[in-house]
């Protein structure tokens, strides 16, 4: 198949499994000719190989099937804080977000302002077609006062619909952005403008001078029921009038590098540990077991799921935390999921665990029919729990809030329940690596130390005595 002009595209476009050259763009859509002067732009810059570009949810979702860079999807409305933490975590890529007005300008609009405030380093291209492209042409935020669309049949009302927003005009209220300005895709000299402006973007982005934003306004022929030529028109006669093209803002010549962020402390210095560098894994074919921690706030729970990731960590694995938390600051529901694995973490959602341990009865009620069959639940006897475990799920009831209070701080029930992980070694982890991850929590509370070394070491003798031998793998 015959490559595509420019290296910056892929040779061919694999979407629906067959190589094509085609994008799944209408006829006369504006975002073709944007994705081309883009990609032309990061080969003519050399940035290809280090260039991210954050994929939106709009008519532009495809377009890692398009852009040979590197490409992330983000949920609707978040480009702007994914591409704020690829800033943060690679600060020498160069990042790029590509939204359209549904996405940028309604759902993700605070997202578009806040990182504008904070003048993150990315460059933005806004695409402004006045309407939802994608989902069938309903009102957007920029959608013109009478303008017909789907949920406006009668066109937009001031009256019932408010007006139109102005991105750039706002975004130009904030001291952070270094450039701002609005181009047209409408005919040929409009779109060599808007070439230069992609390019001072990149320039911007590769100089490190921090947040550039352009916005093109953008035919789309198919919701404003015209063809390809009328849609021109449209922007030349009717879009242009109400969104004014220029520069805005250009501080480039006053705008310096930012220094980079601090580097972010190591792990192993985080948790005051030393038994497992933060790059090594020890046992990448460790299968992966997946944990809910649930109970109230005030239980120790998100506490307790953070010492199991840990003793996952100084094994060697990947892992996650992921907390959740009740409104209330205490008494309210609090859980989290961990995942420990040898392989990449897919995500740390946690939806069936091979694991749940539940700190009361409002837990088990609620967690209890979502644990993977073969999974294990892991309860505290403080309320009584008497109906059977659900089908092909092993219950083993702690006494732990009881066990807690005989050492004397009932507090410490989680603790009791970390030796009961241990003692089944789950997901193989051992019980001293469960104990070393216990003590590291404690770092600024040393005094601490102890007392739960010795809740831990007398929950273990409990465990040896009333529990059946420690579990098989994955759980
Ligand atoms: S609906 Fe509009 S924006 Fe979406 S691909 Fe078609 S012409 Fe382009």
Not at 79 to 105: E, F, K, M, S, W
Request: net charge neutral; glycine share 10%.
């Amino acid at each position: 198949m015959k490559r595509l002009k420019t290296v910056g595209f892929y040779p061919s476009f694999d979407r629906s499994g067959e190589p094509t050259l085609d994008t799944h763009y209408c006829p006369g859509c504006g975002h073709g000719i944007l994705h081309k002067l883009i990609t032309e732009a990061l080969v003519e810059r050399g940035i290809q190989d280090r260039t991210i570009i954050v994929n939106p949810i709009g008519c532009a979702v495809f377009g890692y099937y398009y852009w040979d860079a590197g490409n992330i999807g983000a949920a609707h409305g978040r480009a702007q804080a994914v591409a704020t933490a690829l800033t943060r975590l690679l600060p020498h890529a160069i990042v790029l977000c590509y939204q359209g007005d549904g996405d940028l300008g309604a759902i993700g609009f605070n997202c578009t302002l806040q990182a504008a405030a904070r003048g993150e380093r990315f460059a933005t291209f806004f695409v402004n077609n006045a309407s939802y492209g994608m989902t069938g042409g309903q009102m957007a935020p920029t959608t013109l006062l009478g303008q017909v669309t789907s949920t406006t049949p009668h066109g937009r009302s001031a009256e019932n619909d408010g007006y139109p927003l102005h991105i750039c005009e706002i975004l130009n209220q904030l001291q952070a952005p270094v450039y701002i300005e609005r181009c047209s895709l409408a005919d040929t000299p409009r779109i060599m403008k808007a070439r230069r402006a992609i390019h001072k973007a990149l320039d911007l982005q590769i100089e490190d001078k921090g947040y550039a934003f352009v916005e093109f306004l953008s035919p789309c022929p198919t919701n404003w029921a015209t063809d390809a030529v009328g849609a021109n028109q449209f922007i030349l006669e009717t879009l242009e009038k109400e969104f004014p093209l220029g520069c805005l803002r250009d501080r480039s010549s006053d705008a310096h590098p930012r220094p980079l962020p601090p580097s972010r402390p190591s792990l192993n210095e985080y948790f005051g540990t030393s038994e497992a560098s933060d790059n090594i894994l020890s046992d990448p074919n460790a299968p992966e077991v997946r944990f809910k921690f649930a109970g109230f706030g005030g239980q120790g729970i998100l506490s307790l799921g953070m010492v199991a990731a840990e003793a996952g960590r100084l094994a060697g694995r990947n892992t996650t935390w992921f907390p959740f938390y009740g409104p209330e600051q205490r008494g309210g529901a609090a859980a989290c999921s961990v995942v420990i694995s040898g392989r990449p973490i897919g995500s740390p959602v946690v939806d069936h665990p091979d694991i749940l341990v539940c700190m009361n009865r409002y837990s088990y009620d609620r967690f209890a029919d979502s644990v993977a069959p073969g999974g294990l639940i892991l309860c505290d006897t403080l309320e009584t729990i008497n109906v059977p475990p659900p089908h092909q799920v092993r219950r083993v009831d702690v006494p732990a809030t009881e066990l807690a209070g005989q050492s004397g701080a009932v507090k410490a029930a989680n603790t009791v329940m970390l030796a009961a992980l241990a003692w089944l070694r789950v997901a193989g982890l051992s019980s001293a690596g469960f104990l070393t991850a216990l003590e590291s929590s404690f770092k600024r509370k040393p005094a601490l130390i102890p007392l739960n070394r010795r809740i831990f070491e007398t929950a273990l003798e409990w465990c040896k005595t009333h529990l059946a031998p420690p579990i098989s793998s994955p759980a």
